[in-house]
Protein backbone atom coordinates (compact mmCIF):
# COMPACT_ATOMS: atom_id res chain seq x y z
CA UNK A 1 0.00 0.00 0.00
CA UNK A 2 1.60 3.64 -1.28
CA UNK A 3 0.87 5.52 1.66
CA UNK A 4 -0.40 5.56 5.59
CA UNK A 5 -3.23 8.11 5.16
CA UNK A 6 -6.69 8.04 6.45
CA UNK A 7 -7.52 5.83 3.51
CA UNK A 8 -4.51 3.75 2.96
CA UNK A 9 -4.01 2.58 6.68
CA UNK A 10 -7.50 1.17 6.58
CA UNK A 11 -6.73 -0.67 3.32
CA UNK A 12 -3.34 -1.76 4.95
CA UNK A 13 -4.85 -3.06 8.50
CA UNK A 14 -8.13 -4.70 6.51
CA UNK A 15 -5.53 -6.66 4.27
CA UNK A 16 -3.64 -7.26 7.11
CA UNK A 17 -6.75 -8.90 8.90
CA UNK A 18 -7.71 -10.84 6.02
CA UNK A 19 -4.44 -12.91 6.11
CA UNK A 20 -2.05 -10.57 3.26
CA UNK A 21 1.46 -9.71 4.01
CA UNK A 22 0.98 -6.34 3.61
CA UNK A 23 3.42 -3.25 3.87
CA UNK A 24 2.86 -0.01 3.91
CA UNK A 25 5.60 2.00 1.66
CA UNK A 26 6.50 5.00 3.58
CA UNK A 27 8.93 8.28 2.31
CA UNK A 28 10.66 9.06 5.63
CA UNK A 29 10.78 8.46 9.46
CA UNK A 30 8.12 11.49 9.76
CA UNK A 31 5.05 9.58 7.72
CA UNK A 32 6.31 6.55 10.49
CA UNK A 33 5.26 9.22 12.93
CA UNK A 34 1.75 10.67 10.93
CA UNK A 35 1.17 6.44 10.20
CA UNK A 36 1.33 4.67 13.61
CA UNK A 37 -1.11 6.72 15.61
CA UNK A 38 -3.54 5.57 12.89
CA UNK A 39 -2.81 2.17 12.68
CA UNK A 40 -2.74 2.44 16.94
CA UNK A 41 -6.62 3.84 16.63
CA UNK A 42 -7.54 1.09 13.92
CA UNK A 43 -6.33 -1.25 16.45
CA UNK A 44 -8.42 0.03 18.83
CA UNK A 45 -11.79 0.44 16.35
CA UNK A 46 -11.46 -3.47 15.65
CA UNK A 47 -11.17 -4.77 18.81
CA UNK A 48 -14.17 -2.81 19.95
CA UNK A 49 -15.77 -3.89 16.97
CA UNK A 50 -15.63 -6.95 17.45
CA UNK A 51 -16.33 -6.98 21.27
CA UNK A 52 -19.26 -5.36 20.18
CA UNK A 53 -20.53 -7.71 17.61
CA UNK A 54 -20.21 -10.73 20.47
CA UNK A 55 -22.77 -9.14 22.32
CA UNK A 56 -25.33 -7.46 20.22
CA UNK A 57 -26.09 -8.83 16.35
CA UNK A 58 -27.30 -5.49 15.07
CA UNK A 59 -23.62 -4.19 15.83
CA UNK A 60 -22.42 -6.51 13.09
CA UNK A 61 -19.64 -5.26 10.59
CA UNK A 62 -19.75 -6.52 7.24
CA UNK A 63 -15.99 -7.66 6.31
CA UNK A 64 -14.52 -8.98 10.19
CA UNK A 65 -16.28 -12.11 9.83
CA UNK A 66 -18.90 -13.86 8.32
CA UNK A 67 -22.34 -14.50 11.39
CA UNK A 68 -22.38 -18.43 11.01
CA UNK A 69 -18.96 -18.88 11.69
CA UNK A 70 -18.29 -15.67 14.03
CA UNK A 71 -15.49 -16.77 16.52
CA UNK A 72 -14.86 -13.65 18.75
CA UNK A 73 -11.57 -14.93 20.32
CA UNK A 74 -10.34 -15.79 16.31
CA UNK A 75 -11.30 -12.48 15.11
CA UNK A 76 -9.26 -10.60 17.70
CA UNK A 77 -6.04 -12.75 17.33
CA UNK A 78 -6.46 -11.45 13.59
CA UNK A 79 -6.30 -8.10 15.05
CA UNK A 80 -3.58 -9.12 17.15
CA UNK A 81 -1.66 -10.40 13.86
CA UNK A 82 -2.33 -8.02 11.71
CA UNK A 83 -0.81 -4.86 14.12
CA UNK A 84 1.96 -7.14 14.31
CA UNK A 85 2.43 -7.41 11.33
CA UNK A 86 1.54 -3.69 9.68
CA UNK A 87 4.22 -2.12 13.24
CA UNK A 88 6.74 -4.43 11.90
CA UNK A 89 6.38 -3.30 8.21
CA UNK A 90 5.78 0.44 9.35
CA UNK A 91 8.84 0.58 11.38
CA UNK A 92 11.72 -1.86 9.54
CA UNK A 93 10.22 -2.18 5.78
CA UNK A 94 9.59 1.57 4.52
CA UNK A 95 12.75 2.23 2.64
CA UNK A 96 13.06 -0.90 0.95
CA UNK A 97 13.42 -0.09 -3.21
CA UNK A 98 10.19 -0.94 -4.77
CA UNK A 99 11.64 -2.50 -7.91
CA UNK A 100 8.83 -4.67 -9.05
CA UNK A 101 4.95 -4.49 -8.97
CA UNK A 102 2.11 -7.17 -9.76
CA UNK A 103 -0.96 -4.86 -9.68
CA UNK A 104 -1.82 -1.37 -8.60
CA UNK A 105 -5.00 0.41 -6.89
CA UNK A 106 -5.38 4.26 -6.45
CA UNK A 107 -7.27 5.45 -3.53
CA UNK A 108 -8.15 9.07 -3.30
CA UNK A 109 -11.16 10.93 -2.93
CA UNK A 110 -14.60 9.29 -4.56
CA UNK A 111 -16.10 12.54 -4.68
CA UNK A 112 -15.56 16.49 -5.86
CA UNK A 113 -14.89 17.83 -9.30
CA UNK A 114 -12.01 18.17 -11.33
CA UNK A 115 -12.78 19.78 -15.14
CA UNK A 116 -10.37 19.28 -18.24
CA UNK A 117 -11.03 20.61 -21.77
CA UNK A 118 -10.15 18.51 -25.23
CA UNK A 119 -6.39 19.08 -24.54
CA UNK A 120 -6.10 17.92 -20.77
CA UNK A 121 -6.09 21.37 -19.19
CA UNK A 122 -7.70 21.79 -15.90
CA UNK A 123 -10.45 24.53 -16.51
CA UNK A 124 -10.57 25.57 -13.10
CA UNK A 125 -9.08 24.60 -9.36
CA UNK A 126 -10.40 21.19 -8.33
CA UNK A 127 -13.21 21.31 -5.91
CA UNK A 128 -12.82 18.83 -3.12
CA UNK A 129 -15.49 17.08 -1.19
CA UNK A 130 -15.58 19.83 1.22
CA UNK A 131 -16.32 22.40 -0.82
CA UNK A 132 -19.94 23.53 0.66
CA UNK A 133 -21.38 25.24 -2.59
CA UNK A 134 -23.53 23.31 -4.17
CA UNK A 135 -26.60 22.98 -2.11
CA UNK A 136 -28.44 24.80 -4.59
CA UNK A 137 -27.79 22.50 -7.09
CA UNK A 138 -28.00 18.85 -4.82
CA UNK A 139 -31.44 20.14 -3.90
CA UNK A 140 -32.60 20.77 -7.55
CA UNK A 141 -30.96 17.41 -8.58
CA UNK A 142 -32.42 15.20 -5.94
CA UNK A 143 -35.73 16.56 -6.88
CA UNK A 144 -35.21 15.48 -10.37
CA UNK A 145 -34.23 11.94 -10.07
CA UNK A 146 -36.01 11.15 -6.91
CA UNK A 147 -32.79 10.01 -5.11
CA UNK A 148 -30.92 11.77 -2.88
CA UNK A 149 -27.87 13.56 -4.59
CA UNK A 150 -25.33 14.58 -1.77
CA UNK A 151 -23.83 17.94 -2.40
CA UNK A 152 -20.16 16.56 -2.47
CA UNK A 153 -21.22 14.14 -5.57
CA UNK A 154 -19.52 15.09 -8.69
CA UNK A 155 -22.92 16.04 -10.43
CA UNK A 156 -23.49 18.47 -7.85
CA UNK A 157 -20.72 20.34 -8.49
CA UNK A 158 -21.18 20.09 -11.89
CA UNK A 159 -24.84 21.03 -12.19
CA UNK A 160 -23.66 24.35 -9.67
CA UNK A 161 -21.27 25.86 -12.33
CA UNK A 162 -23.80 25.28 -14.92
CA UNK A 163 -26.63 27.27 -12.77
CA UNK A 164 -23.64 30.01 -11.85
CA UNK A 165 -23.21 30.53 -15.37
CA UNK A 166 -19.59 29.42 -14.99
CA UNK A 167 -18.24 29.84 -18.57
CA UNK A 168 -15.47 27.18 -17.92
CA UNK A 169 -18.81 24.24 -18.84
CA UNK A 170 -19.07 25.15 -22.17
CA UNK A 171 -15.44 23.83 -23.02
CA UNK A 172 -15.79 20.72 -20.74
CA UNK A 173 -14.61 17.28 -22.63
CA UNK A 174 -14.21 15.07 -19.09
CA UNK A 175 -15.11 15.53 -15.47
CA UNK A 176 -13.90 13.28 -12.82
CA UNK A 177 -12.65 13.04 -9.34
CA UNK A 178 -9.33 12.99 -7.82
CA UNK A 179 -9.29 9.12 -8.02
CA UNK A 180 -9.75 9.15 -11.76
CA UNK A 181 -7.41 11.92 -12.05
CA UNK A 182 -4.46 9.60 -10.46
CA UNK A 183 -5.50 6.82 -12.52
CA UNK A 184 -5.87 8.51 -15.85
CA UNK A 185 -2.79 10.12 -15.25
CA UNK A 186 -0.91 6.92 -14.63
CA UNK A 187 -2.43 5.01 -17.10
CA UNK A 188 -4.26 6.94 -19.78
CA UNK A 189 -7.38 5.51 -18.96
CA UNK A 190 -10.30 7.51 -18.02
CA UNK A 191 -12.26 4.86 -15.97
CA UNK A 192 -13.50 4.35 -12.48
CA UNK A 193 -14.35 1.22 -10.03
CA UNK A 194 -17.79 1.00 -9.51
CA UNK A 195 -17.30 2.23 -5.47
CA UNK A 196 -15.76 5.49 -6.55
CA UNK A 197 -17.79 6.15 -9.38
CA UNK A 198 -21.02 6.07 -7.29
CA UNK A 199 -19.57 9.41 -5.44
CA UNK A 200 -19.88 11.07 -8.86
CA UNK A 201 -23.06 10.11 -10.50
CA UNK A 202 -25.37 7.20 -9.66
CA UNK A 203 -25.40 3.78 -9.93
CA UNK A 204 -28.12 1.25 -11.47
CA UNK A 205 -27.90 -1.35 -9.95
CA UNK A 206 -28.85 -3.98 -12.27
CA UNK A 207 -26.94 -2.47 -14.90
CA UNK A 208 -23.93 -1.77 -12.91
CA UNK A 209 -23.08 1.65 -14.48
CA UNK A 210 -24.47 4.93 -14.21
CA UNK A 211 -28.38 5.42 -14.28
CA UNK A 212 -29.11 5.97 -17.85
CA UNK A 213 -32.97 7.34 -16.88
CA UNK A 214 -31.38 9.74 -14.67
CA UNK A 215 -28.43 10.86 -17.34
CA UNK A 216 -31.18 11.09 -19.77
CA UNK A 217 -33.04 13.40 -17.37
CA UNK A 218 -29.71 15.75 -16.92
CA UNK A 219 -29.55 15.78 -20.74
CA UNK A 220 -33.27 17.15 -20.54
CA UNK A 221 -32.30 19.77 -17.87
CA UNK A 222 -29.99 21.51 -19.61
CA UNK A 223 -30.36 21.08 -23.46
CA UNK A 224 -31.46 24.73 -23.40
CA UNK A 225 -28.06 25.71 -22.55
CA UNK A 226 -26.65 24.59 -25.81
CA UNK A 227 -23.23 22.91 -24.61
CA UNK A 228 -21.88 20.76 -27.28
CA UNK A 229 -21.39 17.63 -24.98
CA UNK A 230 -23.69 15.36 -23.36
CA UNK A 231 -23.18 13.88 -20.36
CA UNK A 232 -22.62 10.34 -20.63
CA UNK A 233 -19.68 11.93 -23.58
CA UNK A 234 -17.83 13.55 -20.37
CA UNK A 235 -17.82 10.77 -17.47
CA UNK A 236 -15.67 7.82 -16.75
CA UNK A 237 -16.19 4.63 -17.70
CA UNK A 238 -17.30 2.63 -15.25
CA UNK A 239 -15.67 -0.69 -14.01
CA UNK A 240 -16.18 -3.72 -11.84
CA UNK A 241 -13.79 -5.48 -9.79
CA UNK A 242 -11.38 -7.43 -11.69
CA UNK A 243 -12.31 -5.90 -14.92
CA UNK A 244 -9.09 -4.46 -16.60
CA UNK A 245 -8.57 -0.74 -15.92
CA UNK A 246 -5.23 -0.39 -18.31
CA UNK A 247 -1.08 -0.43 -16.99
CA UNK A 248 1.13 2.06 -15.86
CA UNK A 249 2.54 4.19 -18.76
CA UNK A 250 5.84 5.58 -19.44
CA UNK A 251 4.50 8.77 -18.54
CA UNK A 252 2.61 8.12 -15.34
CA UNK A 253 5.85 5.69 -14.24
CA UNK A 254 7.40 9.27 -14.53
CA UNK A 255 5.02 11.17 -12.34
Known sequence: VAGGGVLGSQIAFQAAYCGFNVTIWLRSEGSIGRTQPKIDHLKETYTEAIEKMAEDKNAWCAGLADEDTFDKEACLKKVEDAYANLKKDVADKYDVKL??????????????????DKDGN??????TWRNSTTGPAAAELSQLFSYNIPERWSISHLYQAILNGEDHVKDLAFFTTLAGYIHWRMTGRKVLGI?????????????KDFDERMIGQFDQLVADRGYGWKLRQIMPKVLLAGEDAGTMTEEGAAL
Do not use: N
Not at 122 to 127: D, E, H, M
Open 99 to 116: TKVAALGFSAMMHGYLAF
Open 195 to 207: GDASGMFPIDIQT
Open 122 to 127: LLVPFR
